[in-house]
């Protein structure tokens, strides 16, 4: 008997979201083409794309960012150890 | 002087100066890394004062986020501080949340009303918060010394009254945090953290980070690292939905993540040599300061506002530092001494 007041409960609250569960509105989108003319070089790449395909930019700018934090974690660490700052599992003291 | 540091930004098709920009993510990535927030509540004023345009600030400051949150994220991971059951559960649990706070300012705005009620619920929050953190810290020592109390009492044989608890199966138990709890409970949190997010329209680790530590029971360390475990997962959303609407200046958040990255390193090094209850305090005062300046909003004082902010987070990331630097000494000393 307790088990089943169990699965009720527990069904009761997994269904209790949806029920006030809607769609939230988004931030809208910028309507505007970049002027290349006279841009060069990565200024050029980026603008090409933000004008081209709105999604491959995103994507872009996505890898990028996940790309960079991680390779500057890499060079950062190396340096924090060259200096005597690496840092290992820690206690977890209050 | 500074002029030679203006960078050309393709895509707001504006001069801005790169220093400031590494100067901006480098102290938000100082206090991401020590406190476990994204720190959109300091980046988009600090933004705002030196004129970038608003269009892009938040979309760019969530493409740094993602950025910087990985490398911080890292590094609590090698310490041993990120709680990986436990961050899936939260971005499970946040993403709902948030659609549904999403919703009622939604409802809110219909009726006019959202505007007050989500500045007066964000200055309650942040000023009831940081005055429970402040106290939760002055009576540490007090609630230490009755526990002591009740363990002795415990162990001459005098009864103990039973300890209330929420336990719904079910039961779920979180290794690397220490702790067994209903499903229920860490679903309700989040829910409830995430709601919060979505209804105050902030990323949330400000609710998270102490939710984890005074709602599930976490360490201070681990909450600060499984936090920043969920930011990185609504950074690179953020980062994403952002870029397709073309709000994101990538030449900006590159920059950004420069001094945000190199910041980051330091803020979760310097966890390393700060007791959990020091990073209470410190985060408490911060985000009273973080209230201070939401209630100068609420007078029109936009600008003093934006400089409290900025001003605080400064003051803060020199803090962290110093504390850094005499935990770096102490222990150096204390590895001289035993050789």
Partial sequence: ?94 | MFDMFNVYMPIAEMQFNALILVAIGFSVGVLGGFFGVGGAWVVTPALNIFGFPMAYAIGTDLAHIFGKSIVATAKHRKMGNVDMKLGLLSIVGSVIGVEIGAQNVMWLTRIGLAGPIVRYTYMFLLFGLGIYMMYDYLTKDKRAAAQAAKQAAARTGAPTPPRKAWNLPPMIHFPASGITISFWTVTGVFLFTGWLSGFLGVGGGFIRMPALIYLIGCPTAIAVGTDLFSVLFSGAYGCFTYGIKGRVEIIAAILMLIGAAIGAQIGVTAVKYVRGYGIRLLFAIMILLAGLSVALKQFNLTTTAAWVVMCAALGMCAVIMVKLWRGFVKEKAEKAGHL
């Avoid at chain 1, 609250?13 to 029920?19: D, K, N, Q």
């Fill in chain 1, 1 to 94: 008997m307790k088990r089943l007041v169990v699965i009720i409960f527990n069904f009761c609250l997994l269904t209790m979201p949806a029920l006030v569960w809607a769609a939230a509105e988004k931030a809208e989108a910028l309507e505007k083409k970049l002027n290349l003319a006279n841009l060069t070089g990565v200024n050029y790449f980026f603008a090409k794309w933000y004008n081209e395909n709105m999604w491959l930019y995103a994507i872009i700018v996505t890898v990028l960012m996940g790309v960079m934090g991680m390779l500057i974690a890499l060079v950062t660490d190396i340096f924090l150890k060259m200096i005597g700052m690496e840092v290992s599992k820690i206690e977890h003291h209050e």
